[in-house]
Every structure is written in structure tokens, then in C-alpha cells.
T-cell receptor, first 112, second 115 residues
Framework: KAGVTQTPRYLIKTRGQQVTLSCSPI?????VSWYQQTPGQGLQFLFE???????NKGNFPGRFSGRQFSNSRSEMNVSTLELGDSALYLC???????????FGQGTRLTVV | GESVGLHLPTLSVQEGDNSIINCAYS??????FIWYKQESGKGPQFIID?????DKRQGQRVTVLLNKTVKHLSLQIAATQPGDSAVYFC??????????????FGKGTKLSVKP
């Protein structure tokens, strides 16, 4: 069974631009969560989607948004990029509540 | 590879020794806990989990202990091997309203195994 797939793996953007990252969950998983990982802050929860609805949201500005499609694939968007948005963005999918989350390899975003 | 920060706690052990990685969690209402291993350049990988109605669970070479009284979680790795070198994160599942909740991660501990 294929794992969680994130694209692209690496991305370089300029301050002020916007970016869209994609995540395909494990087949059958309807919950998709996004995390930002930085050396200073560790793994921070961005948001979680289930059946195309955002159910939980972390403490990030409105520049960070996401959506989920009917096939459970998810995208996250960051607008007006700042240098501090440089991070590894990880996507995780879960089959059901209180089960482990499976992570993708992440997208390494560098803002210059 | 993935840098996990200058301030990450580090545990250095000799190959073959046992390792114990500790984690303090934040919410007494958390009902599910997971340990993840993250190697350089990769996403976190599931190691073992435990539910709040248990205080110990064993896997292959790993044991997780849960102490709800002091909100403490530990991961024990038996006969540590060089391949165990990685950053280890604990995560707690915090219920939010009627949803299944989200996983909140600790800062991580870097395990370094000396051959």
C-alpha cells in the first residue's frame, strides 16, 4: 500500500510570493493533518481536515490555509511568504481517531 | 539532512546499552500517546503507541511507559543499535470538541549511538 505522498520535495520561493503544497494520504484515510517543522519550534500543528472540512486549526496566521478534496487529497497554501516560513512542511494521514498518523517525507520550503 | 535545532536534548549511548527517552506531556485529558522516530531527511515514523487506560506497552525492543499522575511518558529501547540514531518525538492526542483531536508533539530528543 502506498504511503503518504507529498509534492514537491523541495521548493525555493521569494518573499512575498505564495506557495501551494500537495499531499496524497494513504488510500482509505480521510483525515489529513499538516505540520510545520523548524529547528527552533519543532513540529507545530497547522490544521487538520476530515471529509473536506477543516476540523482543527493551530495557532498560525491567516496566511496559512488549506483544503481537502473529495478524494481526500489535501493542499496547503501560504500567501505573502516571509523568511520565517522556511521550514519542512509535513503532512500526515490517519485512518480513524486515536490511531497513529502516518507521515510523508515532507516538502522543504526555503524562502529567500 | 534535517537539522533539528541547537537546543535539542541529546542522549548519547553505547551500542548494546539500553536507552531511555523521557517526555512530559501537557494535557491531563490527553487519551492517546505515540512515539515517533525521525531520521535525517525523512518524515517521522511510528514506533509505538499507548492509550491512557494503560501504563505500559511493549513492542519489539521498545517499551513505552505512561505515568498519568505526573503526565510523563518514556520510551525504552533495549540493546540500542547504530540504526536507532535519530530524533525521537512523543506526541499526545488532544481531543478538541467533538473531533478526533490533533497530535501535539514534544520538542524531541536526539539519540546518538556510539559503535
Amino acid at each position: 500500500k502506498a504511503g503518504v505522498t507529498q509534492t514537491p520535495r523541495y521548493l525555493i520561493k521569494t518573499r512575498g510570493q505564495q506557495v501551494t503544497l500537495s499531499c496524497s494520504p494513504i488510500s482509505g484515510h480521510r483525515s489529513v493533518s499538516w505540520y510545520q517543522q523548524t529547528p527552533g519550534q519543532g513540529l507545530q500543528f497547522l490544521f487538520e481536515y476530515f471529509s473536506e472540512t477543516q476540523r482543527n486549526k493551530g495557532n498560525f496566521p491567516g496566511r496559512f490555509s488549506g483544503r481537502q478534496f473529495s478524494n481526500s487529497r489535501s493542499e496547503m497554501n501560504v500567501s505573502t511568504l516571509e523568511l520565517g516560513d522556511s521550514a519542512l512542511y509535513l503532512c500526515a494521514s490517519r485512518l480513524k481517531e486515536n490511531t497513529e498518523a502516518f507521515f510523508g517525507q515532507g516538502t522543504r520550503l526555503t524562502v529567500v | 539532512g534535517e537539522s533539528v535545532g541547537l537546543h535539542l536534548p541529546t542522549l548519547s549511548v553505547q551500542e548494546g546499552d539500553n536507552s531511555i527517552i523521557n517526555c512530559a506531556y501537557s494535557n491531563s485529558a490527553s487519551d492517546y500517546f505515540i512515539w515517533y522516530k525521525q531520521e535525517s531527511g525523512k518524515g517521522p515514523q511510528f514506533i509505538i503507541d499507548i492509550r491512557s487506560n494503560m501504563d505500559k506497552r511493549q513492542g519489539q525492543r521498545v517499551t513505552v511507559l505512561l505515568n498519568k499522575t505526573v503526565k510523563h511518558l518514556s520510551l525504552q529501547i533495549a540493546a540500542t543499535q547504530p540504526g536507532d540514531s535519530a530524533v525521537y518525538f512523543c506526541a499526545e492526542n488532544i481531543q478538541v470538541g467533538g473531533s478526533q483531536g490533533n497530535l501535539i508533539f514534544g520538542k524531541g530528543t536526539k539519540l546518538s549511538v556510539k559503535p
